[in-house]
């Protein structure tokens, strides 16, 4: 195997490991946790690869980048497929591949990121859910989205208030072209995992309360958070989904 795909695989089932580990503790299937690889930090190459080991979820934060990235991965599996045969199994697994808009968006990048994107975590607002709903509709889908609360109370961090979401499900569900799949969150700049314990466990709190309150249903299911900084811990309060990059691409 060439030497970063070793790197990778390596990597990949440390992370991997390091989740198991973490559900292990509190008597969760570490299947319940799907591993969103961050790609902000690496090119091409990187992302290839990983799609190749059968990483099929990968995450990006800006608009302009995700286009550029997955419009690539795109043309290799188009150039997959033309090889016929010889890389049918290249081609499939690029096809697999689904791509998170991860990071902050404006409504003027709505559009271009519905056209590559399989979920936005990032809907901070009622404004942005319904400019998404618009777009979607005008494409005959259905967006799947997660609602991002500040849990941290952090002023720099993106993100509704807590005391919001209530509401804003309630408001989210009147919008046709949206399906609200959950909450998403960032821990708080810190040094130590275990001080974005309290934001996860809010989070937690805080889907559990929106589910009380019925304003959103079972397909409603996903707590996205989690990063490098703390992602065991979040897949102890119960993280669907962890977005890791820089503990992926370590040593590449
Ligand atoms: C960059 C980023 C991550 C991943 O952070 P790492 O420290 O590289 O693991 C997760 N979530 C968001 C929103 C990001 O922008």
């Known amino acids: 195997m060439k030497q970063l795909k070793k790197k990778l695989a390596d990597n990949l ?15 969760r299937d570490p299947t319940e946790v799907t591993l ?7 090119g091409l190459e990187v992302i290839r690869t990983l799609a190749e080991l059968g990483q099929v979820d990968l995450g990006e ?3 302009q980048e995700l286009l550029r990235k997955t419009t690539m991965l795109e043309e290799l599996n188009l150039r997959a497929k033309q090889a016929g045969l010889a890389d049918r199994d ?5 096809s697999a591949v689904r791509w998170h808009m991860i990071g902050h968006l404006q409504r003027n990048k709505v559009s271009m990121v519905l056209n590559c994107s ?4 990032s809907v901070d607002s009622l404004r942005l859910a319904e400019e998404i709903s618009i777009q979607a509709g005008k494409r005959g889908i259905s967006a799947d989205v997660l609602m991002e609360v500040n849990c941290s109370g952090e002023s720099s961090k993106y993100g509704i208030i807590p005391a919001a979401v209530n509401h804003l499900a309630e408001q989210f569900a009147t919008l046709k072209h949206i399906r609200l799949m959950g909450l998403m969150t960032m821990g708080p700049l810190a040094e130590n995992p275990e001080d974005s314990r309290k934001a996860f466990v ?9 589910h009380a309150s019925g304003y959103v249903g079972k397909d409603c299911k996903h707590l996205s958070m989690g990063t490098t900084q703390d992602y065991m811990v979040a897949a102890e309060e119960g993280a669907t989904m962890v977005r890791v990059g820089r503990d992926l691409f370590e040593g590449l």
């Open 13 to 27: 089932s440390r992370v991997r490991e390091k989740i198991a580990t973490a559900c292990g503790r509190v008597n």
């Open 36 to 42: 969103v690889a961050v790609t902000k930090s690496v």
């Open 61 to 63: 934060n800006r608009p």
């Open 90 to 94: 290249s081609a499939e697994k690029f």
């Open 118 to 121: 399989r979920m936005i975590h």
């Open 202 to 210: 809010r989070l937690r709190e805080l889907f559990e309360e929106m």
